[in-house]
């Protein structure tokens, strides 16, 4: 039998309240590395400025793991229709990570 409203518990409620925060910052943060990767190329192509352009993917890269690791911290798991619909691309998928600089420890 579903919980009612008055039956929830309130730190229960408040918890998943901010998990919920969390996941929309995180897609909010991932949608908008996508948008400046696709502006970079859409003025400048890819192979200009190559130094920047890779540091947009690793980025979009470390964006694209940290709402993938909340997505599953909650149990919705991400599969390959999320990715597609997200619009993130194979480069991105596989710069997923912390984007660590060049000689970074």
Same mark, same amino acid.
């Given at each position: 039998?579903?919980?009612?409203?008055? *039956?929830?518990?309130?730190?229960?409620? +408040?918890?998943?309240q %901010?998990q919920? $925060?969390?996941?929309?910052?995180? #897609?909010? !943060? /991932?949608h908008?590395?996508?948008?400046?990767?696709?502006?970079? *190329?859409?003025?400048?192509?890819?192979? +200009?400025?190559?130094? %920047?352009?890779? $540091?947009?993917?690793?980025?979009? #890269?470390? !964006? /694209?793991?940290?709402?993938?690791v909340?997505?599953?911290?909650?149990?919705?798991?991400?599969?390959?229709?999320?990715?597609?619909?997200?619009?993130?691309?194979?480069?991105?998928?596989?710069?997923?990570? /912390?984007?660590?600089?060049?000689g970074?420890?």
């Open positions: 039998m579903p919980e009612s409203t008055r *039956d929830v518990d309130p730190l229960r409620y +408040e918890i998943m %901010e919920a $925060a969390v996941l929309a910052r995180l #897609g909010t !943060a /991932l908008t590395a996508l948008q400046k990767l696709a502006a970079f *190329d859409a003025v400048r192509g890819a192979g +200009e400025r190559p130094g %920047e352009r890779d $540091a947009l993917v690793g980025a979009a #890269g470390e !964006a /694209l793991w940290y709402y993938v909340q997505r599953e911290v909650l149990g919705f798991g991400v599969g390959e229709n999320l990715l597609r619909e997200l619009g993130v691309p194979r480069e991105v998928r596989l710069r997923m990570g /912390l984007n660590r600089a060049p970074a420890p």
